[in-house]
């Protein structure tokens, strides 16, 4: 099956695989392949399969391959989007393996849940949930510390050596007492016959060379030179381009469309109709734009024709006077409550927000009588592959998906609608035909993070010290629709993150989830999905305590966070360096938010000034992180500068609403997005140690909103509840 390479041209607490009932002989597999050595390494897609691998029938999931010229090819598990997994996951293979990064070549996976799942995702072949490192952390390491065991022992064989006499470095093995050495392309084919190591010892943190030093992305040089082929990129032969407008109200239908004048546009080749959708294929995306511009379209609105965003809110505020799926209950709510001396009650919102990638949806599809071929980028190849052949009608081996390089995921490229709307497209076309969504259609049609409703509750002492925690929140479940078996008695580990097992000492705490879905309107994962809601409420919360209780926010935390040393060892350091406490003018204040979530501890200060008309400026950022045993320090600096951005984007200007059953935003100029302009310095403090790695992609997305927030509280003496932060609320504050 064709993969896309890309070229490296960089410089230079364990995962326990048990827990997944993994053997390590089912977990390495050696082969010849081309004169090369492969090394497979693999993980069962679901428990049952372990039995299959220690059998013998178990697949491997993923390679590494030396060839005889001495490169490592990487066939990656996990696709890249900006986040930087191809390059901390190469580090990974090339510490244990003793090769300069700049030897290993990478591959995308193709499609194969069998051999390319993530363990941490039910086995589904999925890069998402801050989980690449933290899934095959170990795995990677195993596979390849394996080749080098097999590799040394290939020389030693060859030069009838003990193989603890010999090491290896830099790509080669070294017989200590000689100073022999030969490279590993000259024993790739030798070490392809020796026996797969029973046991293999992985390196100790005090040995490592590359892990947790500074290193140069391996996808940077393609990016910048033009060279990287993302999925709007690709052209294969006889390409035609596609744009298409859907249905404006979710859950309408196509009426009429008289296509006339659209056919009068020179380039314009062909217009397609679907129950739901209309596009234009052309020569070129203009030709295809003011084709489609042309079309005179008369829509069946359908059952949501009257929708507003208040009928959504409405619902789900009524809805949390019911009661809900117990996701925690500590202790006795309803006598801590009763006999707290000050009882404190709130009500949260959070809106629907679009992912709003660089890259707007694309997709391009063949479809032949004899198969289908597909070129994406995308976070789930597998179902992409399986969208497509269940689309055509076809075989699932007779669908071929190309994945490439995505500019920009955020949980929009979870999801397969547009690789469904392309193959729907492209049966009706003779020819590959590349399908783009226009930024309007891109924004308007997306699945949006859901709507939330949170009703709050909390008792204090005499001291202001919370001794009950009350917790009602509605709205959709993503996963009750993308892995069903992951929603059970009305709860799902995504909905309810950030909102259960606190870090904060609370000795009464009950917490409840209604699952509610918004009529017509799709849901899906958002950077730093459940948490980006629930981080929001409770830290913001959590504040409002602290001021009824008349203490520093910050002190607060640290009292309750007693029990959760690397939770106060953030929280401590973010307070020192961003110098809290310390005076600010006439209309500056600090926030703070403290997390755990994705595995990993994380505290922010976001600085903020309010102008008088209400204006909102963030000034400065100050985030400590604590993600255990950090593979690339550089990647983790720019995932917290990235996810930051992101999230004050979504605590200033994000939101969707509906007027009429359609979305009301359009662009960027309706749907905003902080500019550079905007940005604030964006300081990054790394606690380093080596607890197990946590997840690095999503956690700083839904600190920075409440730190905002509270900030803003801090300036204004005004609290918000209710998401964006609206500069109407604050004016003359």
Sequence with gaps: MPTDRLESVATDGPYDTRAIGVSRRAFLKAGVAGGGFVLGFGLPAFLGDAAAATSGSFEPNAFIRIGSHGSVTLTMPQVEMGQGTYTSMSML????????????????????????G??????????????????????????????????????????????????????????????RRIKYGALAADAARMPVPEKVALKRPEEFKLIGTPAKRLDTPAKVNGK?????????PGLKIATLAQSPVFGGRLKSVDETAARSVKGVRQVV???????????????AKKGLAALVIEWDNGPNAALGTEDIVRALEQGTLGVGAVAQNVGDIDKAIAGATTKIDAIYQVPFLAHAAMEPMNCTVHVR???CEVWVGTQVVARAQATAAKTTGLPLDKVVVHNHLIGGGFGRRLEIDGVARAVQIAMQVDGPVKVIWSREEDIQHDMYRPYFVDRMSAGLDEGGMPVAWSHRFAGSSILARFLPQAFNNGLDPDTTDGAINLPYALPNAHVEYLRMEP??????????????????????????????????????????LAGSPRAKAVLRLAAEKAGWGRPLPKGRGRGVATQFVFGTYLAEVAEVEVSKDGEIRVQRVVCAVDCGLVVNPDTVQAQVQSAVVFGISAALFGKITLKDGRVEQSNFDTYRALRMSETPPIEVHIVRNTEAP??????????????????????????????PADPLELRDA
């Excluded at 933290?134 to 040394?152: K, S, T, Y």
């Excluded at 997840?695 to 998401?723: C, H, Q, W, Y």
């Design 694 to 723: 946590g997840g690095m992609g999503e956690p700083g997305t839904s600190a920075i909103v409440p730190a905002v927030v509270n900030a803003i509280f801090a300036a204004t003496g005004r609290r918000l509840r209710k998401l």
């Design 93 to 116: 293979i090339a510490e244990e393996l003793e090769v300069a990064l700049s030897q290993v070549r990478l591959e995308h996976a193709p499609p194969d849940i069998k051999r390319y």
């Design 369 to 371: 009588k004899d198969g």
């Design 118 to 179: 993530n363990p941490l995702l039910a086995g589904d072949q999925i890069t998402g949930g801050s989980t690449s490192i933290r899934a095959f952390w170990e795995p990677m390491r195993q596979a390849g510390a394996a080749a080098r065991v097999m590799l040394i022992s290939a020389a030693a064989k060859r030069w009838q050596v003990d193989p603890s006499a010999c090491h290896a470095e830099r790509g080669e093995v070294v017989h200590t007492a000689s100073g």
């Design 228 to 236: 990287a082929v993302y999925g709007i990129d690709v052209r294969p």
């Design 519 to 560: 009529p017509g309107i799709p849901t899906a994962f958002w950077r730093s999905v459940g948490p980006s809601h629930n981080v929001f409420v409770v830290e913001s919360f959590i504040d409002e305590l602290a001021a009824a209780a008349k203490k520093d926010p910050v002190d607060y935390r640290l009292a309750l």
């Design 273 to 287: 109709r679907l129950d739901d959708a209309v596009a234009v294929v052309a020569d070129h995306m203009g030709a």
